[in-house]
């Protein structure tokens, strides 16, 4: 026969939490170590978890307190020490208030903030009783709590937060111990954070103040750390949609990335690349850069920059030239011998072949290509190539080559007869790559004396 639970009943005994929370242990322990199935202990283990949660829901706290107005301390985000909109149970059984765990998780954190304990997951599970609790609460206290939804777009951040936010963009006139102290901070804020990112929208001066230490000294007398650090906070807050057209806008920006991939440390560049990389998202941004002579600066830090930066330069010059106006632009500021030149080097073939297929639509660009003798260049990369996309890049820019200069078809002939290499291709290559090397081989399949003459 079950045994009846001794708490029920009896006010006493249901009042204390601690005393169910131990007989709980006692009976789960009971199931766990016989080895047939304990059902006095099952159906004991039931009745003390539903006296728990009987315990939970009937407790006054929130009566209790309705007087003082005070948050009871089970209401509010361990993280943020507000009263909790949106609360949610972490796979460590802890609850937070949804905007700020998913803050700390997408930031890459995978310990529980108030037990430290590593997460087994990532699953956020709605703690609805909590919730409950809080909408009675506030109903009693005549309080409004705002919508989920809206919070969860605010992207977490409290008033004390923004507050926050506003010292640091005002630090940034102080000395220089604060402009550094408040460069780093706010470099961080935004790698981390993506509220904070949309925060540069949200106040108009934001990005002038994050700027001013360049509107006191020209980028050659500034700290370089300090520069690193804004540099990479524009790259930060770049990243925010709706940030692009504003910061690419103000008038000292793309000047100040034009000089940090000149003169800057080699993640500066790297970032200052980025940067414009980033911003290039808009094709009213690529139009902005292109006439600002960014194109220049990206083209000899390519030539003569540092390797590790090359990357990232090149990342820019693809987004830049995915409008013909910039591609043009490229072509005079000499990015085809210079791209040639890191190609025949094999130096990250794989992003400038792409830039090399982008530029093929220009004429001057292909005449330049064949004077600087890319045939043979390209033609041994799509033999030695595994990269499916380097191999229909390199067809690409030697169709129009040899379309465009007759002179190439011998070249292309002997590497025919002596390789099959275009014949390869037409057969296993991509599907433009095969479009590219069928219409080569149509070519050369015609009589000698019409390839002359055409």
Known sequence: MTKSCVFEGDPGMVANATELKKELQKTVKAIVDEDDINLDAVDRTQQILYALRELKL??????????????????????????????????????????????????????CPKSQQVLSHTILTPNKLIREMISLWCKNQGIKLPDTVQFSKDGGLTKADRDHFVSLLNKMASNLSGQREAA????????????????????????????????QKSSSEIHVGLQEDLITTLLNISIHDDNKKLVAENPMVIPLLMDAVRSGTVETRSNAAAALFTLSALD????????????????????????????????????????????????????????????VSR????????????????????????????????????????????????????????????????????????????????????????????????????????????
């Open 58 to 111: 009937k407790q006054p706290i929130s009566l209790k307190l309705a007087n003082t107005g005070a948050v009871p301390e089970e209401f509010k985000c361990p993280i943020s020490k507000e009263l909790m909109r949106d609360p949610v149970i972490i796979s460590t059984g802890q609850t937070y208030d949804r905007p700020f765990i998913e803050n700390l998780l997408q930031a890459g954190n995978r310990t």
């Open 184 to 215: 780093e901070e706010l470099r961080q804020l935004t790698k981390r954070m993506p509220s904070y990112r949309a925060l540069f929208g949200e106040y108009v001066n934001a990005v002038p103040q994050l700027l001013f230490p360049f509107s």
């Open 284 to 343: 009213s941004n690529k139009v902005l850069i292109g006439k600002s002579g960014a194109l220049k600066s990206l083209i000899d830090e390519l030539d003569k920059g540092h390797p590790l930066a090359v990357k990232d330069v090149a990342s820019a010059i693809f987004g830049l030239c995915m409008i013909h106006e910039n591609k043009l632009i490229a072509v005079r500021y000499g990015a085809v011998q210079v791209i040639l030149k890191k190609i």
């Open 347 to 454: 130096m990250h073939v794989d992003e400038l072949l792409t830039i090399l297929a982008m530029l093929s639509t220009i004429q001057k660009a292909v005449e330049e290509m064949g004077e600087l003798e890319a045939v043979p260049c390209l033609l041994c990369i799509i033999r030695e190539a595994s990269c499916a996309r380097n191999k229909e890049n390199c067809i690409v820019v030697l169709y129009a080559i040899c379309f465009s200069d007759r002179s190439k078809w011998k070249e292309m002939r002997d590497e025919e007869t002596t390789y099959h290499t275009i014949s390869q291709l037409a057969q296993n290559g991509t599907s433009r790559a095969k479009r590219k090397a069928s219409g080569i081989l149509e070519r050369l399949n015609r009589p000698v004396n019409l390839i002359h003459t055409a």
